[in-house]
């Protein structure tokens, strides 16, 4: 169903990966999913939404003690890595929007994904284990590669985002994540 759009409010419109518009106001920090005009369901994520959302705790822990970053404004790892990470990859299917100007919303980034908040989890996960794969491959210790490699082929990502968002409630409609 489509949300419903308030005429002359609402904050700076922008465009959705799917060509429809929308006002930033329609977004909000506990906002998950935006079912659009075109039909399709949409991604949403803030900067205020925690990297757990999509990641086990010990996970992101991890990758905060062991990626670099480069930004002054964001020195640890967090779910605006997760979402460059996706835009990188798939850059026509997010939209990235700077809304620190607009103090009306609680946060200042937002992103709005083509695909569904499960499928958009689903792409997440198999970055970071990308992205993981490529760490273990610069290691001197061949051992480490080829376990990581069998454990990886045991692994489903489709199983594990089922679980993780049963075991987070993350369809539940009073969530917040």
Known sequence: MAQPRVPGGGGEEFELPCGETARVREFDMGMREFECDCGATHAVVTDVNPPDRFLP???????????????EEMP????????GIVLEEFPEAVVAEDVSEDQ????????????DSRRLHEIIVELVIELMEHAVSHSDDESAMTEFEEQMLAFDVSEFVEQYRSERDLDADDVYV
């Open 57 to 71: 705790e010990f996970l992101v822990s991890l990758l905060r003690d062991t990626v670099e970053t480069t930004s």
């Open 76 to 83: 640890e790892f967090g779910t605006p890595h997760l979402l």
């Open 104 to 115: 009306d919303v609680g946060y200042t980034m937002l992103w709005v994904t083509e695909f």
